[in-house]
């Protein structure tokens, strides 16, 4: 896939180091402005949030087991298919899982935009921590930037990364959010409520993780602003027993990122006062 092939060929030079040449940068380039494009195709379909909730097929009669579920042909029973991380009773009385899930364009748009968006930030934050660093006097230097991936990038290609991270937030800000939320046609409270719920899941996994890099941004960059607003947005919007419900999938032993929520509500609320 287009995002497969970003890190092949890339010179390895130990196990959390490796080096960038004209090839890897133009590749990992040309590789997400392909990915962006595809997503802005996809974004301004007319029907697009329709496209999120599939006619459900299902097939009364029963199947083989080692047939394989298609679109057309959706047998299999709900547990071969509901994820380990987020265990879920099947909705349909049938106890048949349909395929695909209600969502599933809209969460792989935002997916890839935001995963692009962090790792253009994580370059681009990097290179400045160690910029920061490099002023410092040789005793108080630290030696945890040393391995950064941006290490040998120059100037130019640090500002390429940083317009990319500012053209994927901006898809998802004003193509996915804000051009669907404010369509005439979706403008009761029950329409309202499944736009942002259909954004509710990845905006907040993917904010989860990129949290570190937005708190050292400076409070103006328009990155940081924008990814808050979305992150602020599906809080407010989206239906309180989805808030709810993965408010406490971060209080779980395993991974507890409870506090890095509460980082990101104050985060927002610096930005956004309006949110008070």
């Known amino acids: 896939t287009l995002c497969d092939c970003e890190l092949e060929n890339i010179s390895l030079e130990g196990s959390s180091e490796f080096s ?7 590749r990992v380039r040309c590789s997400r402005q392909l990915r962006l494009h595809s997503v802005e195709m ?3 379909l007319p029907n697009f949030l329709a496209l999120n909730y599939p006619l459900k097929l299902a097939e009364q009669r029963r199947r083989k087991q ?5 679109w057309a042909a959706q047998f299999v029973e709900a547990p071969r298919f509901i994820p380990e991380k987020s265990p879920q009773k099947c909705p349909y009385p049938d106890r048949m899982e349909r395929l695909p899930a209600s969502g599933w364009l809209v969460d792989l748009l935002a997916s ?10 994580e370059a681009v934050v990097a290179e400045a921590l160690a910029h920061a660093e490099s002023s410092k006097p040789e005793t108080e230097k630290t030696t945890l930037l040393k391995n950064r991936p941006g290490k040998t990038l120059k100037r130019q290609d640090l500002l390429r990364f940083q317009s990319t991270a500012i053209h994927s937030i901006n ?6 959010i ?5 369509d005439a046609r979706f403008q009761t409270e029950k329409s309202r409520d499944r736009i942002a719920a259909l954004l509710a899941p990845c905006v907040m996994r993917k904010s989860l993780g990129i949290v570190r890099w937005l708190a050292r941004m400076e ?7 924008l990814w808050l607003l979305c992150f602020m947005y599906v809080l407010q919007e989206s239906p309180e027993a989805l808030v709810r419900e993965n408010l406490r999938s971060y209080c779980h032993p395993d991974g507890f990122l409870i506090h890095r929520f509460i980082r990101l509500l104050r985060l927002g609320t610096s930005n956004n006062p309006i949110f008070h």
């Open 42 to 44: 996809f974004s301004v």
């Open 219 to 225: 409070a103006s960059h328009k990155v940081r602003c």
């Open 178 to 182: 804000r051009r669907h939320a404010m």
């Open 20 to 26: 960038w040449t004209e090839d890897s940068l133009r």
């Open 112 to 121: 890839e935009c935001l995963s692009i968006c962090s790792l253009s930030c």
């Open 171 to 176: 898809i998802v800000y004003e193509l996915l």
């Open 66 to 70: 080692s047939l394989k579920p298609s």
